[in-house]
């Protein structure tokens, strides 16, 4: 299973890379929007762990970007964000 983490925290994201690739997941890990957009053209994906506050284009934006383009995979949105605004437009969006 191949995994697109989107993630700019380095702690958070190295930990949460360390532990896919321990659990034997491939895992490609990107540290901005625009660079999670990059990916998801270059690289089929299984899955995406997604982060709502990222620079650039905010997790929210490579969602709306990803199902524009038809793009059905799955995408878990990991944020700190606990409104309840963000998490409708999340799951609106596509993501779970």
Do not use: C, F, S
């Not at 958070?12 to 491939?26: F, K, M, P, S």
């Amino acid at each position: 299973m191949r995994v697109l983490l989107v993630e700019d925290d380095p702690m958070i994201g190295a930990a949460v890379r360390d532990a896919l690739r321990d659990a034997a997941y491939a895992t490609d890990w990107v540290r901005n929007g625009q660079a999670a957009l990059v990916a998801l053209g270059a690289q089929r994906y299984d899955l995406v762990l997604l982060d709502l506050g990222l620079p650039g284009k905010d997790g929210l934006e490579v969602l709306a970007g990803m199902r524009a383009n038809a793009n059905p995979v799955p995408v878990v949105i990991v944020t700190a964000r606990d409104a309840l605004d963000d998490r409708l437009h999340g799951l609106d969006g596509g993501g779970g």
